[in-house]
């Protein structure tokens, strides 16, 4: 009948991906340690919720065809209630006496093998949240020192520079006075106002923007200042709304960071956030991050920009000149669409710019992650294969689309991004990818 | 054989009433009490209206994308359950029991409904045991006690229509079918059959999370 989860791992010989940060973490553990640990973050933090989770789970399996793992993999092994079987399950019915070669692979689950999507609390009939259960066993990992090393890389940088990307102090105002001056060339005289007091909008981005992606804070700006909006971006740490300590299990961490961003808006005395297109950063400063601080809703409103691009074209803030021509789709990003339900708005504003919006199948809450969130991808390139090939339901999903005619698919959201960039190429599926700024950046009016 | 009779009839009726109950209170009032102390966001997300919304999507037949998406899966577990807490509760023989012992009564389920739903729990149980075998995603989730919940489900039902119908040995089917039910009565609090109870917090709670915080669907 049933075999426990370790034997049927050595029967499928899952290659075991090497990882300096959970091989070396795994090395130092003891069994006494993982016990302590272990019963200490379920004594501490976890209680009727989590009890209520494991005993109402009937194994009934529904959840498999929830997750793209599962549906790409055909292995039972990626059925989200298999993901807690290889768990908290075998954790709690051992009362945390587990070997150090247990925690390596709970850690891979936890940490790589699930994109913490939701999608399957919405397949279970109980409703059970299997990313909270994930998000449980990064926290004990976190505690027994056990993480991936890129993305624990990431955190520290959190922890000593308050932004994701080691950016410096100096830096990061650089990249706004350089963003600044490039976008004057094209309209002369707009400005990124920095350190407005008093403006009406803090506009937040994830570190990758500027270290990466600075053309975004460059296109956002012209977007803000075409439609006439009073913002201001901080010189100071507390700028990057970013948080992959949220997904490590560094719960603290997590807290400082958005005690930094919401008193930044604060001591800036803006009336809301506004950030920009990343899913993971708006569910730590409206879901997660704000709770941790003990803020049943953000204490500054946050406006993710999905909903302000929506808010503009509503108001006829922004004009366009000519609609986008080529045919597009549109990925909806769990967080902000299962997180925070903008799906109609966002389509709003696709409809708004784009002559021809094709959908994808399944949409809206539906759709199927992109197999980067999660902090999957930012556990960086140890795990890239893993997750490309285990989402081969996105590139079926993409190809369908493309079979329609379309052409690019618009993914608002920074970690989808990077997923399906990687998707796109893997599986050759030869379409464009941009961030729904892109579109409007490129189709809207201009001021001279 | 008398003795045992009156033995599963008598006391055992109590303890296995008294266990269910005791124990369903108990459970919930522990949970509820854990919550507040350790899970008060359980309590500060919880919206009435929202968890009804969820609850009611997933308590209607085919009202989920998930249900539509398992047809026979769907048609199996509803028919499973409404008879599983029907047949019990309004079959004319525990009907008229209840009558003889306290003088109350209700209505009752016409005789070749309740046999008719008697065998809908007993196949039920025999479709999940296979699709337990079966389908390899719920095979890798299955430990035996998943089979020996379905064993104790199916095992009233077994007896007691096999002594209602008068078969070979009704009369120690009819102590085994007594038995078995006290068995599984008295289980619910204490096995995953509790899923009946903590089914509208779990479901609810999610819902809520989904429809108000989130304004998105959940089903």
Known sequence: MSEPASKIESQKEIKQIKDMGLDQGVARLTPEKIEKVVNEVLENETGARLKAYVESCVHCGLCSDACHYYVSRKDPIFSPAAKVKQTLWEILEKKGKVSPEFIRRAAEVAYTECNLCRRCAMYCPFGIDVAYMMLTMRRICHKLGVTPQYIQDTAHSHSATMNQMWVKEDEWVDTLFWQEEEAQEEIPGLRIPVEKEGADIMYSVIGPEPKFRAQLIYQAAVILNAAGADWTMPATPGWDNSDMAMYTGDNEMMARLKKEHFETATRLKVKRIVMGECGHAFRSVYDMGNRALGWKMPPVPVVHALEYYYELFRAGRIKV??????????????NVIRGRGLHEMTRYV??????????MTPN??????????GGVINCGPPFRDKRVVSNS??????????KKGVEVVIAPCHNCHGG????????????ELKFLGDIIYEVMEKPE | MHTLHNLVSGPLVWLAFIIFIGGSIYKLVTMAKEAKKK????????????????????LTPFGSVNWRKNPVLTLVTFA??????LVPIFLLAHVLLWKESFDISWWYLPEAAADWMTLIVIFACIFF????????????????SDYWILAMVAAPFITGYWAHHHWPMYRLMYILHILSGEIMLAAIPFTRLSHMLYFVFTRGYIGSEFGAVRHARDW
């Open chain 1, 321 to 334: 000149a000519k609609k986008f021509e080529k045919p597009v789709t549109l990925h909806d990003p769990c």
């Open chain 1, 350 to 359: 696709v409809n708004k710019t784009c002559e021809n919006f094709i959908e």
């Open chain 1, 364 to 373: 809206r809450e539906h759709n199927y992650c992109c197999c980067a969130g």
């Open chain 1, 393 to 402: 339901v996105k590139a079926d999903q993409i190809s369908a689309t493309t």
């Open chain 1, 420 to 431: 399906l960039e990687d998707i796109i190429h893997h599986f050759g599926l030869g379409v």
């Open chain 2, 39 to 58: 899970d008060p966001l359980v309590y500060e997300y919880w919206d009435g209206n929202y968890a009804f919304r969820s609850i009611l999507h997933w």
């Open chain 2, 80 to 85: 499973f359950h409404i008879s599983v807490i």
């Open chain 2, 129 to 144: 045991a296979g699709r337990r075998m079966i389908r390899k995603d719920v095979k890798y989730l299955t430990s035996s």
